[in-house]
């Protein structure tokens, strides 16, 4: 039940809005960051008290870069002066993902340092298959990668049109892509979908070890009239049942006195 929530402006300037009760109150806690730069449109929440925020030059003309705060947003370091642009992805294991330029800004540490991976992309959000892949795209083909963007290998049919948003549906079992013009109708073929079926390894089984016990005697021959202790343990065991001469539920280890006549 997440209570931080973060908004940026649309095409705006230190704009963050950040709500900490679940959206009921809004502070602009982008006031704090430096004046001159460029939209604060796409925040990211690490924890609690630290988030990442672009600043997109776009057409404002403002410093492009990367802020980060671990205070709330009462101040603000750079830590990367490359341009982001688009909202970023936070992947399953933790990297972050920003589109720069026809590549992405990658962060491995919660976004204290950043470096650039991929080549000749579109500029459009990455996402992450199941399987973990990340998937963005050329003028041409959806591109994924396997190994944090160092390399990139194209999947599936040629694409009808160069994508400016592309996601994944798995109940379809199929990518949509689609694209816009800023015009006031919705293109006829602004939307398209590419049947591509992700299959998840199933995960082996961790094999259950088998219970094991350990029974001894001291002394371990006695005469009749003499007493003999047994001692047991067991290992991967949660019961233990004697039989024989020695019958009925023990406990997993212990000592037992036996006098036979």
């Not at 980060?68 to 294991?93: E, F, I, M, Q």
């Not at 040629?158 to 919705?186: E, T």
């Not at 016990?213 to 047994?230: E, M, Q, W």
Request: hydrophobic content about 35%; aromatic content about 8%; some cysteine.
């Amino acid at each position: 039940n997440r209570q931080t929530l973060l908004a940026g402006g649309h095409e705006q300037a230190q704009t963050v809005w950040r709500s900490t009760d679940g959206g009921q109150n809004w502070t602009n806690i982008g006031s704090n960051l430096p004046a001159g730069t460029g939209f604060s449109t796409s925040p990211l929440v690490i924890n609690a008290q630290t988030y990442v925020v672009n600043t997109d030059t776009s057409w404002s003309g403002g410093t492009p870069g990367i802020y980060r705060t671990v205070n709330g947003g009462t101040t603000w370091t750079k830590v990367s002066s490359l341009n982001a642009s688009g909202p970023p992805l936070l992947a399953s294991n933790g990297n972050i993902y920003w589109v720069s330029g026809n590549g992405l800004l990658k962060s491995v540490d919660s976004g204290v340092t950043w470096t650039s991976v991929g080549n000749g992309l579109q500029a459009i959000a990455p996402i992450e298959l199941a399987d973990g892949r990340i998937v963005s795209s050329n003028a041409t083909s959806l591109m994924a990668s396997s190994d944090g963007g160092l390399t990139w290998t194209a999947i599936g049919a040629a694409l009808p049109f160069a994508p400016q948003r592309v996601i994944y549906s798995a109940a379809r079992q199929a990518f949509f892509i689609s694209k816009w013009d800023c015009g006031n109708v919705v293109l006829s073929d602004a939307i398209a979908k590419l049947d591509y079926a992700v299959v998840t390894p199933t995960p082996t089984p961790t094999p259950i070890p088998s219970p094991t016990v350990t029974i001894s005697a001291s002394p371990s021959g006695i005469t009749s009239g003499n007493n003999s202790t047994v001692t047991w343990s067991s290992t991967n065991a949660t019961s233990c049942t004697a039989s024989g001469g020695w019958t009925g539920t023990q406990a997993t280890s212990g000592t037992y006195v036996a006098s036979p006549t």
